[in-house]
Nanobody
Framework: QVRLVESGGGLVQPGGSLRLSCAAS????????MAWYRQTPGKQRELVAS???????TYTDSVKGRFTISRDNARNTLYLQMNSLKPEDTAVYYC???????????WGQGTQVTVSS
């Protein structure tokens, strides 16, 4: 099972930007779909963005036009560029590789994003 490590979170003012990174312990070439989720206390983990085949990108409505998901297979890294951040974006953000036959889902440990003035 691939190990995922997120980084790039922190405290930012409303309207600011952050770029999250998710470094994988192995090659990403085997994984067609990768995603970012987020979670706040007392709420279910929410799918924020996904990327399929490096081309097809989907976003939850609340981040459309502000967030961009991308991947660099040569660096075995998934990214989430977050612009025009809002206080409601505050959450722990997790990198994910969905499950597949014979393989469980992979999750990172999460990185905290706090948007506050």
């Amino acid at each position: 099972q691939v190990r995922l490590v997120e980084s790039g979170g922190g405290l930012v003012q409303p309207g600011g930007s952050l770029r999250l990174s998710c470094a994988a312990s192995g090659s990403l070439f085997s994984f067609n779909v990768m995603a970012w989720y987020r979670q706040t206390p007392g709420k279910q983990r929410e799918l924020v963005a996904s990327i399929t085949g490096g081309v097809i990108r989907t976003y939850t409505d609340s981040v459309k036009g502000r967030f961009t998901i991308s991947r660099d297979n040569a660096r075995n890294t998934l990214y989430l560029q977050m612009n025009s951040l809002k206080p409601e974006d505050t959450a722990v953000y997790y990198c994910n590789i969905p499950p597949a036959p014979g393989r469980a889902a992979s999750w990172g440990q999460g990185t905290q994003v706090t948007v506050s003035s």
